[in-house]
């Protein structure tokens, strides 16, 4: 069974930076869409980003575009969650789920993800 382990998270002033990791194993990225989740106090789950099995196909929400950059590294099998200019909205744990290739095209709906992380707390406050 896939295991993911996120990490990097921490406390953060708005308009800062925080990157977060998330390591696969033991099987290799290549055969799973990789997405990136987060969950506020009180609110539900929302997909945030994602990346297909390829590394081409890539997705943000309008909630993080253009702020927020998801990237892979293949010889470490790690999937990065470059976070900038971070606001106090943005509080809130973090998770990336996994998904075969051959159960979808792309990551889902966090309902649809198979493999999850437990997660990484970001505090955006000043």
């Known amino acids: 069974q896939l295991q993911l382990v996120e990490s990097g998270g921490g406390l953060v002033q708005p308009g800062g930076s925080l990157r977060l990791s998330c390591a696969a194993s033991p099987f290799s990225l290549d055969y799973y869409h990789i997405g990136w989740f987060r969950q506020a106090p009180g609110k539900e789950r929302e997909r945030i980003s994602c990346?297909?099995?390829?590394?081409?196909?890539?997705y943000y929400a309008d909630s993080v575009k253009g702020r927020f950059t998801i990237s892979r590294d293949i010889a470490a099998n790690t999937v990065y969650l470059q976070m900038n200019g971070l606001k106090p909205g943005d509080t809130a744990v973090y998770y990336c789920?996994?998904?075969?290739?051959?159960?979808?095209?792309?990551?889902?709906?966090?309902?649809?993800?198979?493999?999850w992380g437990k997660g990484t707390l970001v505090t955006v406050s000043s």
């Open positions: 990346m297909g099995s390829s590394g081409s196909a890539t």
């Open positions: 789920a996994a998904v075969h290739i051959t159960a979808a095209t792309m990551c889902r709906e966090s309902d649809g993800m198979d493999y």
